[in-house]
C-alpha cells in the first residue's frame, strides 16, 4: 500500500537526474520484451533456444561494438560499469608486475576503489599517483607529465566525462603520453557515451568502459571495451564465456536492450543535443541571475550537465525541497549516495567547503522540454525565498 | 529475416531443460515490468524515484531471504550464480592465509575454476583438494574426512545438487565436520533452490549461492547468502553498494523479479512437485525399457533431472536430432559447452568414456505435462531406431 502510494507521486515528478539512471526507452524495451518469455534460451544450449538467444547476443555485440567503432570481439559484456572498470583494474594489473597505476582524482569510485585496493595488495607494490584536476574540472596535463615522470605508470585510468560536473577530459592526449610510456590506458566513458560521439580508435586508449542504463538502456548490462592485445585476468571464472573473460549465463534480454540502446543513441544525439544545449544556456543564464555558481562553466562539458551552488542553501535541502515540489535532481553523485559527505570531485577542485556542501546537479534528458525547466526555476525560486527568509529569521 | 524464422521454430519446441534456464513467470514479469520505464530510478538517488527503487530492492530482499529461512541483512545480491560463487571463494579466501581448499570433483566451473585460481596465485600456498563422488554421484563423506585429516582447510564447498544428474549431496554432515576444523563452508545451491526445500539454517552453511534464472525468475539476479560472521573481499569495489560487498547500480528490475520468483517458488513447488516426480518415473521406466543406463538412478535426486544414455548413440547427435522433431534437450550442463568435452561429472563417477558420450540431460518444469512427454519418448524411439539402423549400414 504505503509502495504504491509513492508510486502515485512518481508519475508526476519531473525528471533532471539523468545522470544517475534513465527509463529504457520504449523500442529498447521492445527489442528485450522477446527475450523473457518466448526466447528464453540459454546461449550456451545447443538446441534451437540455445542458438537464438545466442544469435541475439552477438547482434547486440556488434551494435555496440559499431557505436564506438571497434570489432565485436573486442566487446566484454559485463554486469555493469562497475565491473567493467574492476574488471579493467584488476584484471589488467593480474598480468603486470607491480608498479604505479594513475588515475585522476575525480573519478568514479569505481575507478578510486579499485585502483586503491592494488596498493592493499599483500606482497605487491602498486603505487596509487592522483591526478590533480584545475578549477574548472580539467585534468592537469602538466601534472600527467609529472606523474609519468616521477614514475613509470603500468596502468593510467582518466574518465572520459565526469559524472557531477559534465566536464570532458583530454583523453587522447593522455592516452598517447601513457602509451609512450608501455602504460595501458583506460578511460571510463559512462557519463560521456550517448551524450557526446564516442569513438575508441579516436581516445587512442586500450581499453574504455561503456553502461546501457544511462543511455536509456536496461540496468544489468555494460561492457568493457577492449584493445585486442590487452591480457586481462578474469574477476569471474567458470563457464569460460565472453572469451574467458567474464564467465556466468549471459543476461541476454539486457544484452539485447543494450545494443539496440547503443544503436539508438547516435540517432537521439543527433536529434536532440541542440535542444538539450540551449535549454541548458537558458537554465544557467537564469541561474546565474539568482547568484548561482555554475562549476566547470567554461569547460568543454557534457551538453546535459548542470551543477550549480546557491551559497548558504544547502544542496541536501534543495533537493528534498525541490522532490517535494515535483523535481528530482541529485545533490551530488548517485552512485556514491552511499557514502555521504562532501563530493570528493568539488573537493579536487579546490572549491570552498561551504560551497560545495551547496551543490545540485541537475542533468537533462532528450525528453525534457523547455516549460519543464521554466517549472523547474519557477520552483526553485520559490524554495530559495523560503529558506533564506527562514535562515534569516533563525538568525 | 533468418532470426525471425527461427523464432517461429522455437515457439513450438518442447522445453525439457529447465537446469539450463527457465523462461519466466508471468506473476514475475509483472512484477518487473513498472521499474523498466515508470519507476527506472537509482536507489542511490535521494528523490522520491530513487527511495522507491530502494524500498522495492528492499522487498526483494525480504524475499529471498525468506525463502531460504535468513535475515534480509545475509542477502547480497550479484548479478549471476557464477559471480557469487567467485564472490565467495575469491571473497573468502582474501581474509585468510592460504591453506587448503576443498571442493567435490562435481562442482560447477564457476566454483571449480575460481578454487584452481586461488592455487596459482603469486606467494600464496593454496592447496586445492577434490572430493571423489560414487558411482551414484554422491560425494563419499569418508573421503571428506580423509580430506580434512591429511590438512587443515579454510575453505569448503559442496553443491547442494549436482546441475547434470541433480544427485543431492549430504551438505549439512559436511559442513559440520567443516566447522569442527574452523573451515568455512559454502553451498552452490543453484540448481536445488526452487526443486526442493532449501533452509539456510538447516544445512548448517556459512555461506549459500541462489540464482534467478533457474526458478522462473529473470537473469541478471542472484545471491550469495552469508553468515553474519563471515568476513568477505568484495570482487567488485566502487560505491559501496550491497553493504559494500558487491558495489554497481543494482538491476532494480531483475532483483525485483528474483524476490518474486523466491516468493513464488515454495507456492510452486508444493503444487508441481508430485507431478513432476509422476513423470519422471514413467519417463525413466520407459528409457530403461529402451535399454537406457539413468545416472544416479537410486540416490536422493532431484524431482525434475533424468540424466540418461543410450548405448551407441551419441548424446550431441541426440541433442540435435531430438531440437530436429522439436524437443530442448541437453548434451551435458549448459553453462559449461564452451569447453566440450566430456562431462567431468560423469568422469568423476566413474562412468566409462564411451558410455559418457551418449549422455542427455532432461530437466523438466512445472509446464510440462505427460503429453509432451509421451510425444518426446516417441520421437527418441524413432530417432534412435533410425540411427541405429544407420550405424549397422554403416558397419
Chains 1, 2 share one sequence.
Not at 546565474?288 to 535541502?317: K, S, W
Not at 525541490?322 to 545533490?331: D, E, H, I, Q, T
Not at 545540485?360 to 532528450?366: P, Q
Amino acid at each position: 500500500m504505503k509502495q504504491k502510494t509513492i508510486g502515485k507521486d512518481i508519475m508526476k515528478l519531473i525528471y533532471l537526474d539523468h545522470n544517475a539512471t534513465t527509463a529504457i526507452d520504449d523500442a529498447v524495451l521492445d527489442a528485450m520484451m522477446p527475450f523473457f518469455q518466448k526466447q528464453f534460451g540459454n546461449p550456451s544450449s545447443s538446441h534451437a533456444l540455445g542458438t537464438f538467444a545466442r544469435q541475439a547476443v552477438n547482434h547486440a555485440r556488434k551494435q555496440v561494438a559499431d557505436s564506438v567503432e571497434v570489432q565485436p570481439s573486442q566487446v566484454i559484456f559485463t554486469s555493469c560499469g562497475s565491473e567493467a572498470n574492476n574488471l579493467f583494474i584488476q584484471g589488467a594489473s593480474g598480468y603486470q608486475k607491480a608498479s604505479r597505476i594513475i588515475v585522476s582524482a575525480i573519478e568514479h569510485p569505481c575507478v578510486m576503489q579499485p585502483a586503491k585496493e592494488l596498493t592493499r595488495r599483500k606482497n605487491e607494490k602498486w603505487d596509487l599517483r592522483q591526478l590533480t584536476v584545475d578549477d574548472s574540472c580539467q585534468v592537469n596535463l602538466d601534472d600527467v607529465e609529472n606523474a609519468m615522470s616521477e614514475k613509470k605508470p603500468k596502468l593510467v585510468s582518466v574518465m572520459l566525462a565526469n559524472n557531477e560536473t559534465g566536464v570532458i577530459q583530454e583523453v587522447t592526449k593522455i592516452a598517447e603520453k601513457a602509451r609512450t610510456q608501455g602504460a595501458w590506458m583506460h578511460t571510463d566513458a559512462v557519463q560521456a557515451f550517448g551524450k557526446i560521439p564516442v569513438s575508441f580508435p579516436s581516445l587512442k586508449v586500450h581499453a574504455m568502459t561503456l553502461s546501457s542504463h544511462k543511455i536509456y538502456g536496461p540496468k544489468g548490462a555494460a561492457a568493457l571495451i577492449v584493445d585486442k592485445q590487452l591480457a586481462l585476468k578474469p574477476l569471474i571464472f567458470g563457464g569460460g564465456h565472453e572469451n574467458g573473460l567474464r564467465s556466468g549465463t549471459e543476461n541476454v534480454p539486457a544484452i539485447v536492450g543494450f545494443g539496440k540502446a547503443c544503436e539508438l543513441s547516435k540517432i537521439w544525439m543527433e536529434r536532440s543535443t541542440t535542444h538539450i544545449i540551449a535549454m541548458r544556456t537558458i537554465l544557467e543564464q537564469r541561474l546565474i541571475e539568482m547568484g548561482a555558481v555554475i562549476f566547470g562553466l567554461n569547460a568543454h562539458r557534457l551538453p546535459n550537465t548542470c551543477y550549480f551552488a546557491l551559497q548558504d542553501i544547502e544542496g541536501e535541502t534543495l533537493v528534498t525541497q525541490l522532490n517535494k515540489a515535483g523535481f528530482a535532481v541529485a545533490s551530488g553523485a548517485a552512485c556514491s549516495s552511499v557514502y555521504p559527505g562532501q563530493s570528493q570531485v568539488l573537493n579536487a577542485m579546490g572549491v570552498d567547503t561551504t560551497l560545495a556542501r551547496c551543490a545540485v546537479r541537475l542533468s537533462l534528458g532528450r525528453n525534457n522540454t523547455q516549460k519543464q525547466l521554466d517549472s523547474f526555476l519557477k520552483s526553485l525560486g520559490a524554495i530559495v525565498k523560503d529558506l533564506r527568509r527562514l535562515s534569516s529569521v533563525t538568525i
